[in-house]
């Protein structure tokens, strides 16, 4: 298939995911106590320095890397007044009118919650790139980022793009890898070099995605881009999540429940199963999702430890595992994930070494072609309130702080 085709077919698949939505660089001038950018790494130019102190007392460090030559990285951290007022002047005094802050930060209390104004106060312009904490980028998100970031540079030949962000520097990675994905079948061919330093840059500072979604996401868009993967309006109807490998010992079961997740919206909580030995599976029904997925998996111990003058002391849950996935990359009635893809459970010890996931779909009202799913246990009562709490991830709490203050629950009973 010729340049022209891959990029008309890219730019339609793009086109529809959109839709499908709707309808749900150059070197800094040296200043006093800021150094010059060097070459290091075989040409990925950087400035960096120590920045103060953090509340912990562990030295802080901006990290400004040229992506491309008009597409910089700026990391932080954590909050740093006097390295973000180093980092506004060198932008401002090089570039003037001529650059823009891309945040990509989470929604993070850490950080106040709005990233965009807060790196619309420190930096003078800055646009929201972001996405909700330790999740991949919604897909839609990535799409309109790229479009964000190609019409700014679009806008004059002097413009410049930086991309931002606090705390966790794979947020840069991905949208930098997404943007490299996206320059190579929308973008000039004349840009083939910029993406070479984008590969680059990506080898020198994430070379690897901690997060399993995040790999998984743009291992999606670049299939989208590419048009090795269609984009389908048409809703999955998810059946039955299946669980394997001992999540816990005979001698010390557990509790655990699920929680699925549609564009960022709770859409269906499990009832508690008490896990001991074996794996385990969840009839949900026929549960129809479209667009991003989340699943999530906690567990907390079967029996409370009993301390005195504290019978009601609330327990807290675990995250187990985590798994994102867009339904337009699902092509058969069946995904699975190995530990190794799943979010969470992929550094965690205590997931079984061959845990996997395994969720079972069906389309359309007959639902022919299923993969037989294992039969779930019989609810004996729907989930109680108190874990059905936190509908939106965008207003996730701290899983430290998630208890069932429920002491009499009923369970489903596996064996």
Known sequence: ??????????????GRLHSAAATRAVSAPVTPGTPAPSREHGGVRSASYP???????VAGRLDLCYVAERMLA?????????????AAHMLTNKHGEHFMVFEVSGGGEEYGGC????????????????????????????CAA??????WLAAHPKNVAVLLAWGNRERLGVLVAAYMHYSAICGAPEHALDRYAMRRYLDDRVPVFHLPSNKRYIDTFAGLLAGQIR????????????VAGALAPSAAPTIAFLKIYENFVCVYTSGLYMVSGGGWTVGVGRLALRGDVLVRAYRRPAHAPHTPHASHSPTPRQLVFACQFHTCAVADHTLSF???????????????????????????????GAAPAPTPAAPLRAAPDAIARADS????????????DDTGQYYYILY
């Open 1 to 14: 298939m010729c340049v022209c085709a891959r990029r008309r077919r890219g730019q339609r698949e793009l």
């Open 74 to 86: 700026l990391h932080l951290p954590n909050r740093d007044a006097h390295a973000e007022a180093q």
């Open 146 to 151: 790229c479009k964000d970031i190609e019409s």
């Open 51 to 57: 920045s103060g102190t953090s509340g912990a007392g």
């Open 115 to 142: 990233e965009e104004g807060l790196a619309r106060t420190v930096f003078g312009r800055a646009r929201s790139l972001g996405w909700p904490g330790e999740l991949a980028p919604p897909l839609e998100r990535l």
């Open 338 to 368: 190995t530990k190794q893809q799943l979010d969470h459970a992929a550094h965690e010890a205590s997931f079984p070494c061959d845990g996997a996931v395994e969720l079972v779909f069906v389309r359309g009202e007959g639902g022919g």
């Open 231 to 242: 984009v389908n309006s048409a809703p999955l109807q998810l059946t039955h999540v299946s």
């Open 393 to 404: 991830l965008e207003h996730l709490r701290p899983l430290s702080t998630l208890t069932d």
